[in-house]
């Protein structure tokens, strides 16, 4: 596995601002992931981001609100932009095994909790 | 689509007695991961086992235990000789290969003293 870290761990923004979180890993890794997880609710994957190509957005998710950057295999950002209150979640990134090319296992980074007033 | 269905809201486990967790799941495809997370109040996410679609064996993590029935898209969680420190909500998880992870809504299990 490997040891994933994340910035901010949690931060308090007014609304109409942006935040900008942190993932890094140890090791080198192919795939990396952002998740959301409002309250009280299971994680929804937002976009997938491989290292030299542009993120990949799901259903409900757009680069504008969420625009992600992936400059190297061992670091990743996820930007909130023009907050919300309903932007009031915990965001997670997680990475595939080191050396994989596809995954088939994520690790989790410890979580960025977000509230926006 | 890829679904994973998990219909116990909340569980409860004395310390050391055996829980089991249930999931149910269904994906089109043949070559596919299940796992079970673990997230505790600190709100890490630990992965907790991991079955691979094409082996008939279940797989087993010390403590943790899955029952996985493919013909039934049936995946559960045994936790034996339970510990407080396995109070947590406990989400089901579905992977096919190279793409996302589908969750379920998660059980609160909670293991009382």
């Known amino acids: 596995s490997a040891v994933i870290s994340q910035k901010p761990s949690r931060d308090i923004c007014q609304r109409g601002t942006s935040l900008t979180i942190q993932c890094q890993v140890d090791?080198?890794?192919?795939?990396m992931f952002w998740y959301r997880q409002q309250p009280g609710q299971s994680l929804t994957l937002i976009a997938t981001a491989n290292q030299g190509s542009e993120a990949t957005y799901e259903s409900g998710f757009v680069i504008d609100k969420f625009p992600i950057s992936r400059p190297n295999l061992t670091f990743s950002t996820l930007t909130v932009s023009n907050m919300s209150p309903e932007d009031s979640s915990i965001y997670l990134c997680?990475?595939?095994?080191?050396?994989?090319?596809?995954?088939?296992?994520?690790?989790f980074g410890p979580g960025t909790r977000l509230t926006v007033l | 689509a890829q679904t994973v269905t998990q219909s116990q809201p909340e569980m409860s486990v004395q310390e050391a007695e055996t829980v089991t967790l249930s999931c149910t799941y269904d994906?089109?495809?043949?070559?596919?991961?299940l796992f079970w997370y673990k997230q505790p109040p600190s709100r890490q996410m630990i992965l907790v086992i991991r079955q691979e679609a094409y082996k008939q064996q279940n797989a087993t993590e010390n403590r943790f235990s899955v029952n996985f029935q493919k013909a039934a898209k049936s995946f559960s969680l045994k936790i034996s000789d339970s510990q407080l420190g396995d109070t947590a909500m406990y989400f089901c998880a579905l992977m096919e290969y190279g793409n996302k992870l589908v969750f379920g809504a998660g059980t609160i299990l909670r293991v009382k003293s």
């Open positions: 994906t089109s495809e043949n070559n596919y991961y």
């Open positions: 090791s080198q890794v192919t795939m």
């Open positions: 997680s990475v595939g095994r080191p050396g994989q090319a596809v995954a088939d296992t994520q690790y």
